[in-house]
């Protein structure tokens, strides 16, 4: 069977800006309406500035509408599969502690909540 978020990952990945570090990764985001959005890495000369693939994601999402989401895929060419790096990962917790995140290699699969890659979330809770 197609898994069209994968798909979605795969041909976003593609497309990433990554000319320093050459390591190209694409997110496919699913919203619970369907949805999906998607993004890709762009890094940028002044390296700090890099935007990763899964903000891109959840930025291109929040912007068309969609806050809540089923599942994410994180597509890189890492083996064993890359996780979110951990400013992604609280960015991916802000909208649901039960997203259920799959790293991809071109070889493997790797499937976490984002409750498992970030226990102990600072989150909204803790502004009241
Ligand atoms: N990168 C992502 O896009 N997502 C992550 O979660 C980890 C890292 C990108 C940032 C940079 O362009 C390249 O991968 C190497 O760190």
Redesign the pocket.
């Known amino acids: 069977m197609t898994d069209t978020l994968l798909e979605a990952a795969r041909a976003v990945q593609q497309r990433a800006y990554?000319p320093y570090?050459r390591?190209r990764?694409g997110c496919a985001l699913e919203a619970d309406d369907g949805r999906v959005f998607v993004g890709c890495?762009v890094?940028n000369a002044s390296y700090g500035l890099?935007i990763?693939?899964?903000r891109a994601a959840v930025c291109a999402a929040v912007a068309a509408g969609a806050q809540r989401f089923r599942r994410a895929v994180?597509v890189s060419d890492a083996n064993p599969p890359?996780a979110?790096?951990g400013a992604?990962r609280q960015v991916l917790s802000e909208f649901g502690r039960d997203l259920a995140v799959e790293g991809v290699s071109p070889s493997a699969v790797v499937r976490w909540t984002i409750a498992e890659l970030l226990p102990a979330a600072f989150g909204k809770e803790q502004l009241a």
């Open positions: 990554a570090s390591f990764v890495n890094e890099t990763c693939a899964e994180v890359a979110p790096c992604c």
